[in-house]
C-alpha cells in the first residue's frame, strides 16, 4: 500500500510538471504581446517596456518557464512584493498573485460542492437503494422513471427556469449569493439553496440509476447467493455483502464528479451568477491572462489527481478482494 501511494504521488508531480510545461508553452504560441495587454489600450512604448520588465516578459520562454515552476515550491519576488510558495505567478489583467484569486474564490467553489454534495448523495443513493430493494414493484417503476426524467435535464436549462419561479415571479427566494459560513450560517446556506437543489437534481438521477443498477447486479453474485443460502436476513445480506460491493463503480464516478466540481462548475456559476474559480478560468481565458489561466488549470489539475488516488485506496477499504501494489 505505502509503496503504491508513493508511486502514484511521484507520478502526480511529474503529470502536474507536464500540464504547467504543455499549458505554458501552448499559450506562448499565440500571437500577443502579454504587456500590451496588461497595459491596456493607449499605452506609450515605455510604459509596455516598464510592464514587460516587471513581469519578467523580456526574458526567454525557457526561463520564465523555469521562474514559474521554482515559485511553486520556493516562491518568487515581484516588483509589487514577495508571492510565497505556492506561488503560480501574478495576474496580467489585475495585478494580483494568482494564488490569492484562487483562494479568494475557491470557498465559493467549495460551498457549492459541498452541498450539492451531500443532497444528491444522500438522495441519490438512498432512492437507488429503495428501488433495488422493492425490484419490480410500484415504487422501482416511479424512482426509476423518475431518474430517467431528471437525467435528460441540464443545469443551463433548469437553472433559469427555477430562478423565475420562486425568484422573479413569485419572490419566494432572494437571487444565489454567496457569504462565508463563517460569518452567518443561515445566509450562508440561504444564499446557496437554489444551486444546491438545482444541481442535487441533475445528478441525483445519476447516481439513482447506478446504485439501483449495481446493487441489482450484487444481488446476483455467488457470495450473496451463498449468503441467503445460509438463512441469513435478508436486510442483512443487503447492506452488509451486495451494498459495499455496489460502491466501487460509484465511488469512482464520484471521484470523477467531485473533482470536476471543486476545479470549478464552469456552468453552475455562469448560471447563477456566482464568481467562483470556474468564472475566473473563462474570463481569464478571454482576457488571455496566462498566468490566472495556467493557475486555474494547475488547480484543478492537483484536485483530479489527488482525488483519483483517493478513489484507489477506497477501492481497497471497500471491497477486501482488492490489493493495492
Known sequence: ???????????????MFLIGAFTFFLFYTIPQDFA???CGKNCSPENIAVIRENLGLDKPI??????????????????????????????????????????????????????????FLLVGLGAGLLAAWKRGTVADKAVSGASIVLS???????????????????????????QPFTENPFAWAAGMIIPWA???????????RMSRSTMIEQ????HV??????????RYVFFRYAWRGSLIPIVTILGIDLSALLSGAVVTEFTFDLAGIGRLAVDSSLTKDLPVTMGVMLFGAFFILILNIIVDLTYAYIDPRVRLS
Not at 101 to 106: A, C, G, K, L, N
Open 1 to 15: 500500500m505505502l509503496q503504491f501511494l508513493i508511486r502514484r504521488l511521484i507520478g502526480a508531480v511529474v503529470i
Open 36 to 38: 500590451e495587454l496588461s
Open 62 to 119: 525557457t526561463a520564465q518557464f523555469w521562474e514559474f515552476m521554482r515559485g511553486i515550491v520556493a516562491g518568487r519576488d515581484f516588483t509589487q512584493g514577495h508571492c510565497s510558495a505556492p506561488c503560480l505567478g501574478m495576474s496580467f489583467d489585475s495585478g494580483e498573485f494568482v494564488w490569492d484569486s484562487i483562494m479568494d474564490r475557491f470557498p465559493l467553489t467549495l460551498s457549492l460542492t459541498v452541498g450539492g454534495l451531500v443532497i
Open 152 to 178: 435528460s435535464f441540464q443545469i443551463y436549462f433548469l437553472g433559469p427556469i427555477v430562478l423565475g419561479i420562486v425568484v422573479y415571479q413569485t419572490g419566494w427566494m432572494e437571487n444565489p449569493s454567496y
Open 198 to 208: 438545482v444541481m442535487a437534481t441533475i445528478f441525483t438521477a445519476q447516481y439513482t
Open 219 to 222: 444481488l446476483q453474485e455467488e
Open 225 to 234: 447467493r451463498t449468503a441467503r443460502a445460509k438463512g441469513m436476513r435478508q
